[in-house]
């Protein structure tokens, strides 16, 4: 089976009422970057910021994966799919798709304030403040924030340097390292871009600029009918 490495950002969850993560004006969900995702900002307002997140995740448990998140599901009928997801959001399992990497960490989850690798599924949608992990610490969301390590990026580069095909939807690739992993695809993939407005992408791609819940029925009904 031909591998297909798929990377998605936002875009893609935002018609299923995600807002996407950051506006025009800099702000996600009205609060300055600066104030909820960084690990300066859990130091100085712990409070704050889980709440911030509690709030998120009840957002992510409330939505529905879209008709995007199915249709690439459907690629696993005939192709080796992979997905590596900028969102931290679990709409890509529940649309379902079986190999998902979340470069960012994942809402649903939360880990220690002392060791990330040490994680815990979430019961309901809020980290309440008595909730501690096993070394006695306040638990936070499984999220890597500004200025932290992205423990993932290694094993996504890897995997996209893999493909035989390789997408990119809803993202604009304005987030780092995330944005690098395009440069590990071979030159000889087939290559798609869909999003509202596709960013500056380098590489010969395929460029779908629809919704993605509209371009990417659009590239699997290409790629089941080959």
Known sequence: MKKIVVLTGAGISAESGLQTFRDAD??????NIEDVATPEAWKRNPELVQRFY??????????QPNAAHKALATL?????????????????????????????GIITRSQSDVDPAVTYPIDGWEIKPEEVCE??????PHVVWFGENVPNL???????SKADIFAVIGTSLAVYPAASLTDYVPATAMKYAIDVKIPYIKGDFKKIEQPATIGVQMMVNELLAK
Do not use: F
């Open 26 to 31: 800099g702000l996600w969900e009205g609060y």
């Open 54 to 63: 509690n709030e998120r995740r009840k957002s992510v448990i409330e939505a």
């Open 76 to 104: 696993q009928e005939q192709y080796e799919l992979y997905i590596i997801t900028q969102n931290i959001d679990d709409l890509h399992e529940r649309g379902g798709a079986k190999n998902v990497l979340h470069l960012h």
């Open 135 to 140: 070394y006695g610490m306040q638990l936070r």
């Open 154 to 160: 290694q094993p996504a580069a890897k995997i996209c």
